[in-house]
Each structure stands twice: as C-alpha cells, then as structure tokens.
T-cell receptor, first 113, second 115 residues
Framework: DADVTQTPRNRITKTGKRIMLECSQT?????MYWYRQDPGLGLRLIYY???????NKGEISDGYSVSRQAQAKFSLSLESAIPNQTALYFC????????????FGPGTRLTVL | AQSVAQPEDQVNVAEGNPLTVKCTYS??????LFWYVQYPNRGLQFLLK??????LVKGSYGFEAEFNKSQTSFHLKKPSALVSDSALYFC?????????????FGAGTRLFVKA
C-alpha cells in the first residue's frame, strides 16, 4: 500500500551496528505499529503507538526502541544488531477504534551478519 | 495462553474449484476476527473482518469467511479459486480488554492454485 512507506526496503548489516528503520504514512491514521515476520511464526508485535505522545511495548520489544517523531512517522531502532534480529519488518497503521483493520507497508528485509 | 492456529501450512487447489483456508482460535471474551493476504514482496492487505452480526462476512476479491462461535473458527472461503489467489494468508484475532487491545496473528497458510 503506497500510503504506508518504509525505508530502506533491504538492509544488510553487521553484528553490533545501530540500525534505524523508518516508516511514513499519508493515511492520517493515529495508530502505528512495528511487527517482525519470521517464517512459520506469523507476525509478532514489537512496539505500537496510539498517538505522538504514546509509546507501548509489544510482545518482543527487547533489543528494539522506537520514536514517534510526528503523527505520520514512526521509526524503529536496533541499538546493537544481532543475527537473530534477521527478519522481515513491517510497519502498519490503523485509525481509531479497536475493530478497524490495519494497513501495512511493503516491509524491510533486514539481514544481520 | 491465547493463540491462533492455522493448521495447514499449505493448501493446494485447482483453478475453478472452491477453496477453504482454516483458522481456529483460543482467546477470552468476544474477539474481532480478520483475514489478510500477502503477495510476494508486499505487505499484508486486509481482506475481511468479523465484528458482530451475520456469521458470514464477505470481503475483497470474492472471498468470504464464516464465523463459528461454538467451534471458535473463522475459515476463509472462495467458491471458485483463481491462479492469482496464490499467496500467503493470515488469520488475525484481536482481543479487547480494559487495558487496550492485542492482535494475535496466525502463522500463515500458503495457498497454491494450479491452472
């Protein structure tokens, strides 16, 4: 969905390096999320934010941090990357109520050597 | 523990035949249920959802899903499969409580439609 963009799309890095993944959206949604996808495990929530001043940990937040710079921007950082953080990372947005669906970005494929 | 199960890693069906992708869940309360589809090198796309009301919900691309409360299932169906339906399908269950909500995704089922 072109309304949710992620940069970079692919990244190869080394163990110990700091990495930032960026997400921007033009949908005007207040809620933003970061997930990682691993084969056979589906999507797991890393962090989520319901507005600019609200940041919450998801089920697998260890080793990650986030920043909600504006309503439209939500960045994910790996302070010191490790190989088991190799995965496909997705940003998603949603609006308002808990019964609304999420809109996903195209994903960032991260490889940590 | 709350969980979502997609018991089949892959479903194979011939073009023109009906297809079913299964999803069962184990959560407390009355969840909201979603299906998403993922095409290669793309993010997940919303297909349909069940919130309340009629147990049969219709969604994008001719897909529908049936909510069965007693069996805690939400199977995705399509009467006539297309080759272009080949993709990875995810069931998701959203549990709402006083502290907020949580979405649990299944592991995904790969649908392969053969011409």
């Amino acid at each position: 969905d072109a309304d949710v963009t992620q940069t970079p799309r692919n990244r190869i890095t080394k163990t110990g390096k700091r990495i930032m993944l960026e997400c921007s959206q033009t949908k005007g949604h207040d809620r933003m999320y970061w997930y990682r996808q691993d084969p056979g495990l589906g999507l797991r929530l890393i962090y989520y934010s319901f507005d600019v001043k609200d940041i919450n940990k998801g089920e697998i937040s260890d080793g990650y941090s986030v920043s909600r710079q504006a309503q439209a921007k939500f960045s994910l950082s790996l302070e010191s990357a490790i190989p088991n953080q190799t995965a496909l990372y997705f940003c998603a947005t949603s609006v308002g109520n808990s019964y609304n669906e999420q809109f996903f970005g195209p994903g960032t494929r991260l490889t940590v050597l | 523990a709350q969980s979502v199960a997609q018991p089949e890693d892959q479903v194979n069906v011939a073009e023109g035949n009906p297809l079913t992708v299964k999803c069962t869940y184990s959560v407390s309360g009355n969840p909201y249920l979603f299906w998403y589809v993922q095409y290669p090198n793309r993010g997940l796309q919303f297909l349909l959802k069940y919130i309340t009301g009629d147990n049969l919900v219709k969604g994008s691309y001719g897909f529908e899903a049936e909510f069965n409360k007693s069996q805690t299932s939400f199977h995705l169906k399509k009467p006539s499969a297309l080759v272009s339906d080949s993709a990875l399908y995810f069931c998701a269950v959203r549990v709402v409580n006083t502290g907020g909500f949580k979405t649990i995704f299944g592991a995904g089922t790969r649908l392969f439609v053969k011409a």
